[in-house]
Every structure is written in C-alpha cells, then in structure tokens.
Nanobody, 120 residues
Framework: VQLQASGGGLVQAGGSLRLSCAAS????MGWFRQAPGKERELVAA????????YYVDSAKGRFTISRDNAKTTIYLQMNSLKPEDTAVYYC??????????????????WGQGTQVTVSS
C-alpha cells in the first residue's frame, strides 16, 4: 500500500494550505501531525464511506477533510492557520470492517510526512 502525501509549505498566520494524500485503494484515512517535542496527534479522519468525520478540537471550524470522487485520495483543507499548527503532517490509512468507522488509532499504513510551517 502506497500513500503519497503532498501540499505542505510555508504560509503566514491566517493563510491556507491544502494537503493531499493519494492511496492505492480505498481505506478509512486520517491526517496526523507531530510538532517538535510533542506527541503525534490525530488531526482529522474520514471513514471508508466518507460520511463520517473526526476533527481534533483545535481544528474544528478551520480544517476540512474530504475525499475525491474515486474515494482513494483525501484532502485536508486548512484555513486560518496558526503558528501552533506548525508540524510535520502525515496521512495514514486503516483497514476497517465497518464502512462508517472512523479510526482513532491502529492505523495500518503511513505516508511520508509533509512539513507545514506557519509564520507569525
């Protein structure tokens, strides 16, 4: 299983970025991030069916996770970015038995990270 993440970069506070992650097949998927000295956290996730979503509290109202029509690529639209959003962002995929399940942990496959840096 290959996961190819892209879309990171440097942006000023208040700006926007869109991350993309292409998978070789359809999975429940999520975006994690890890800042220096901090634990990795789940930022957003989407079920296999695409109808169920999860956001960490700090992302609610600013980030949007979505799928493309083919269901194998996910996106993370990040608006109103803050310096505290600076981290390496990883996409991950999980095999789930229930199409509507949004995994909080136990992801099976990981993409390479993409750096997001938000300047103040």
């Amino acid at each position: 299983v290959q996961l190819q993440a892209s879309g990171g970069g440097l942006v000023q506070a208040g700006g926007s970025l869109r991350l993309s992650c292409a998978a070789s097949r359809r999975y429940a998927m999520g975006w994690f991030r890890q800042a220096p000295g901090k634990e990795r956290e789940l930022v957003a996730a989407i079920s296999w069916s695409g109808g169920e979503l999860y956001y960490v509290d700090s992302a609610k109202g600013r980030f949007t996770i979505s799928r493309d029509n083919a269901k194998t690529t996910i996106y993370l639209q990040m608006n109103s970015l803050k310096p505290e959003d600076t981290a390496v962002y990883y996409c991950a995929a999980a095999r789930t038995f229930v199409p509507t399940q949004v995994p909080m942990k136990g992801y099976d496959y990981w993409g390479q990270g993409t750096q997001v840096t938000v300047s103040s």
